[in-house]
């Protein structure tokens, strides 16, 4: 408490105070207030009563990978012979949509402005409300504003208005169009509680929002059973990994007291660095992000997430939810940097992550689950990153990620939308995601060909786009850590920290160079070689409308320029492109003293050897772009209908390693099977309504065929019945 008051004190005398810094609250409100608007004119809209789910109304889909049989921006026929009826509401819902994260990114733009003048040691703090005011357990509902949430606020304000303005376009014919948005502002507002939170359990409202939100998002399309058990999926894997955030702030409250950033942060000097309890605590926090970022064992929901519209997987799977485990770990920096083997295991699982991920990547067809385990795999490159002590090069990886990825969701987007209107107009039920009918699509859609070419060479590490200075920073911080830092001489599972780093960095080489192979492919596939469509709906295709192409412009300018946010000093000194390592030194006040801690006698790379790795990741990247380009033949890919199946290990690899399938037996069946013949058969059916319930109903039905044998309605036995009772009570008060 005496800490929490002086915080509080403190906190009233910050440089922020008195500055725009004060509105910090009306980020989050904003996106809250269009999701009551949106959500109130869907329901103005809904129908009272069910509909035919066979009516011309209702709302059917071509596919499981959640593409609706409305035509995306087709105008107002919607690129049939019949007109589609839109939203009456539509139109008021593409300015408030839009409109009010437009109006959050222009806040957190003059918040930005004003820190950067200000350059505030200290967080600035907005203590609204007291949240948790039992006993010891003092939580307020108060929001932190720092360098870190900064950075968050900006990517998911920026990023999330781009990707609002391409779902106008995108979703403007959906029956369900205010709902869409009312999810999406809504999942906006929990992201930014999120980052905002000043304490852990702040945090977990917006994480547990987010959660919910991509529920929603992920089976919009509900009418559809795959999506509807694809948002479940998301769900339920996601409660598994928050059980262990929930154990993690139950212990730091069991021993520490506090759970407000800056009093852990006080006290975290308290717990015995590398002790079992502080290594607990970071443990059970991580596997929360593993639920949230799709780390492995916990990753299986994001591939089925992409069941979603494809803005969704953009927002939500590229650059903002999935990245919040990224930031925990960013935030609990104080914590994971007094345990070298929570570290080393952080790092270890991203590791093993990005390589698992980017081998199953090789072999999916659909082009959105090329995307979603290139997601997986780029957030284990950021959680190797975080895991070595380098917060500022995962960060900087997340927020050029976001950029790249985005742009690279959005352009399927954009190919779906043109491959669907095709096959709508010729009413085809070919699949419309999958690649093996695409191919030619660049003389179609020759933007979205550039700019998707951009974010894959990004993604690939080419310099000087984004991609390639986030990504080599990450690869160069594992091997600057191998020797003298504290991870370095600590061990994992018996493992030398040293050797497990040098292990780490072969691993992200090896992923590096998997993510240039799997991601040509798809290019080479969609855009390249013959067209695959169909003679018929290649008369259909062409670009997407301004209103979808145009976000998809700025991302590419920030692609190519995003990783001017953090060059390394080895770059600048060969060519002046800007200022040097911004990104770090407007984090350093957050994450630099535990960076410090890790680093502390890590001996520096020389310039020669830098260069050198520079050189490596370099030549990985251009060797995987070459071996693709030289090893894949568009023009003898094969239509989806006539393609063979995969056999042996490119089968099993086509499969996903068959885990969703070891899941479903090991797990899934059996808690249906003890659901459905133990808890359902014997204990509901058999003991409740069996035993208790349709047993004293009998019992009851018992005493009342008792009581109605006695009541024959013959006045003569009822006297004799009298008589009786009387002498039996006489003989029992006289004869003793």
Not at 186 to 199: H, P, Q
Request: net charge neutral; aromatic share 10%.
């Amino acid at each position: 408490m005496l800490l929490q008051t002086a915080v509080s004190a403190a906190s009233q005398v910050r440089p922020l105070s008195g500055t725009i810094a004060e509105w910090v609250w009306l980020l989050p409100i904003l996106p809250l207030a269009g999701f009551v608007i949106n959500g109130l004119l869907s329901l103005a809209g809904a129908p009272f009563g069910p509909t035919d789910p066979n009516g011309a109304d209702s709302h059917a889909h071509s596919d499981a990978g959640g593409t609706p049989a409305v035509s995306h921006g087709e105008g107002e026929t919607g690129g049939d012979d019949h007109a589609v009826k839109r939203h009456r509401w539509a139109g008021v819902v593409s300015i408030i949509g839009p409109g009010v994260l437009i109006l959050s990114f222009l806040l957190a733009i003059g918040i930005w402005q004003t820190m950067a003048n200000a350059q505030p040691s200290a967080p600035f703090i907005q203590r609204y409300f007291s949240w948790m005011p039992v006993g010891d357990l003092q939580i307020d509902a108060a929001f932190q504003l720092d360098q870190l949430s900064m950075v968050m606020i900006l990517v998911i304000t920026g990023v999330g208005a781009l990707i609002h303005v391409f779902s106008v376009g995108y979703m403007r014919d959906d029956p369900g169009y205010p709902r869409y948005f009312s999810y999406l502002n809504l999942f906006v507002f929990f992201m930014l509680v999120l980052v905002l939170g000043a304490n852990y359990p702040v945090l977990f409202v917006g994480w547990e929002g987010v959660g919910l939100c991509s529920y929603l998002l992920i089976g919009f399309w509900f009418n559809d059973k795959v999506n509807a058990d694809a948002g479940k999926k998301a769900f339920i894997v996601n409660r598994v990994g928050d059980f262990g955030l929930l154990v993690a702030m139950f212990m730091l409250f069991a021993n520490i007291g506090v759970l407000d950033f800056i009093g852990v942060s006080a006290k975290a000097g308290d717990l015995v660095a590398g002790s079992p309890l502080v290594t607990a605590i970071c443990l059970f926090m991580f596997l929360g992000c593993t639920g949230k970022s799709a780390q492995i064992p916990l990753y299986i929901w994001l591939p089925d997430a992409m069941a979603g519209p494809t803005p969704v997987s953009a927002l939500i799977h590229a650059a903002t939810m999935v990245t919040a485990g990224v930031y925990m770990i960013a935030r609990s920096a104080f914590l994971f940097s007094l345990s070298p083997v929570a570290s080393l295991t952080v790092a270890v699982v991203g590791a093993v992550t990005a390589i698992f991920a980017a081998t199953i990547g090789l072999k999916q067809w659909d082009i959105k689950k090329v995307l979603a385990y290139s997601t997986i795999s780029q957030l284990g490159y950021m959680f190797v990153g975080v895991g070595v002590g380098a917060y500022v090069s995962g960060m900087f990886h997340l927020v050029t990620h976001a950029f790249f990825k985005a742009l690279l969701f959005l352009g399927s987007g954009s190919v779906i939308q043109a491959m669907h209107t095709a096959y709508h107009k010729t009413h085809s039920d070919e699949d419309a995601q999958d690649m093996r009918n695409m191919g030619g699509l660049k003389r179609y859609l020759p933007v979205t060909c550039v700019l998707m070419w951009i974010a894959t060479l990004a993604i690939s590490g080419i310099p000087p786009l984004s991609g390639f200075f986030s990504k080599d920073e990450i690869l160069g911080s594992v091997f600057a850590r191998a020797q003298g830092s504290t991870l370095a001489s600590a061990s994992w599972l018996g493992i030398p920290g040293g050797t497990l780093l040098y292990i780490i960095y072969a691993i992200g080489l090896a992923a590096a160079f998997l993510t240039a192979v799997y991601m040509t492919r798809m290019m080479l596939y969609t855009f390249h070689g013959p067209v695959r469509t169909g003679a018929e709906e290649e008369k259909s295709l062409h670009e997407a409308p301004w209103i979808m192409t145009g976000p998809l412009v700025i991302l590419g300018v920030l692609t190519v320029f995003g990783g001017w946010l953090n060059l390394p000093e080895v770059v600048t000194d060969i060519i002046p492109l800007g200022p040097r390592e911004l990104l770090a030194h407007w984090l350093d006040p957050v994450v630099g003293e535990a960076s410090a801690r890790i680093t502390a006698g890590a001996a520096q790379v020389p310039t020669a050897t830098e260069q050198a790795l520079i050189a490596a990741a370099v030549v990985i990247a251009v060797a995987g772009i070459v071996a693709a380009m030289a090893r894949l033949k568009p023009d003898r890919l094969p239509r989806k209908r006539d393609a063979v199946p995969e056999h042996g290990f490119e089968g099993v690899v086509a499969n996903k390693y068959y885990v969703d399938e070891a899941i479903d037996r090991t797990i899934v069946e059996p808690t249906y099977a003890v659901s459905r013949n133990f808890l359902w058969r014997f204990i509901d059916n058999g003991l409740i309504d069996g035993l208790l319930v349709n047993g004293s109903a009998a019992l009851a039905r018992g005493f009342g065929w008792i009581g109605s044998r006695l009541q024959t309605g013959n006045v003569g036995i009822y006297a004799w019945v009298l008589v009786v009772g009387v002498l039996a009570m006489l003989g029992a008060l006289t004869l003793r």
